[in-house]
């Protein structure tokens, strides 16, 4: 979707590095998701945020960390990357109101 | 908790037939009702969104409809094409405690194989 954009598309590292995955959006939602997504167990919300500086965990945020500065980006961080993090990640955007997520081309993480 | 269910996990049928997916949701506190399109390697695209006070909505050959009390929600897609072949996913937005929208929850999808 045009409206949000995921960066890098793909990335490979190391176990033990830190990694930081982006989302920018241009629509000017309130809301922004991280969820992950793996064979098996379909999407799994990590963490998201209701706001600049307002975040809270999902469902599966054990070492994961978020951040949001600004209302267009929203920062997902794994502070050492393990093998079991590798998995495709998304980020969503929604908004107050009857209306649903769009969500992200998505970012494939390979941790060696 | 809320939990949302797809059956089948898989499904082929050849070009032409209708068919019908189904999702079921055991919590009938729901905000809304998404589903969406996932083509391999691909990010998700929203297909049909149903409001909580909605029974139904249709966008050209699909049609999807919502019965809150039974906890189910069905996609109907009229006339397959090869084109239709693809994983469907269900989402379901839970209603928070004052009526807020609460986060997507997702089933574990239907992977549509339309055959010619």
């Known amino acids: 979707d045009a409206g949000i954009t995921q960066s890098p598309r793909h990335k490979v590292t190391e176990t033990g590095t830190p990694v930081t995955l982006r989302c920018h959006q241009t629509?000017?939602?309130?809301?922004m998701y991280w969820y992950r997504q793996d064979p098996g167990h379909g999407l799994r919300l990590i963490h998201y945020s209701y706001g600049v500086k307002d975040t809270d965990k999902g469902e599966v945020s054990d070492g994961y960390s978020v951040s949001r500065s600004k209302t267009e980006d929203f920062l997902l961080t794994l502070e050492s990357a393990t093998s079991s993090q590798t998995s495709v990640y998304f980020c969503?955007?929604?908004?107050?109101?009857?209306?649903?997520?769009?969500f992200g081309s998505g970012t494939r993480l390979t941790v060696v | 908790k809320q939990e949302v269910t797809q059956i089948p996990a898989a499904l082929s049928v050849p070009e032409g037939e209708n068919l019908v997916l189904n999702c079921s949701f055991t919590?009938?506190?729901?905000?809304?009702l998404q589903w969406f399109r996932q083509d391999p390697g691909k990010g998700l695209t929203s297909l049909l969104l149903i409001q909580s006070s909605q029974r139904e909505q249709t966008s050209g050959r699909l049609n999807a409809s919502l019965d809150k009390s039974s906890g189910r929600s069905t996609l109907y897609i009229a006339a397959s094409q090869p084109g239709d072949s693809a994983t469907y996913l269900c989402a379901v937005s839970p209603m928070n405690y004052g009526g807020s929208q609460g986060n997507l929850i997702f089933g574990k999808g239907t992977k549509l194989s339309v055959k010619p």
């Open positions: 629509e000017n939602h309130r809301y």
């Open positions: 969503a955007i929604s908004r107050d109101g009857p209306y649903g997520y769009t």
């Open positions: 919590d009938s506190a729901i905000y809304n």
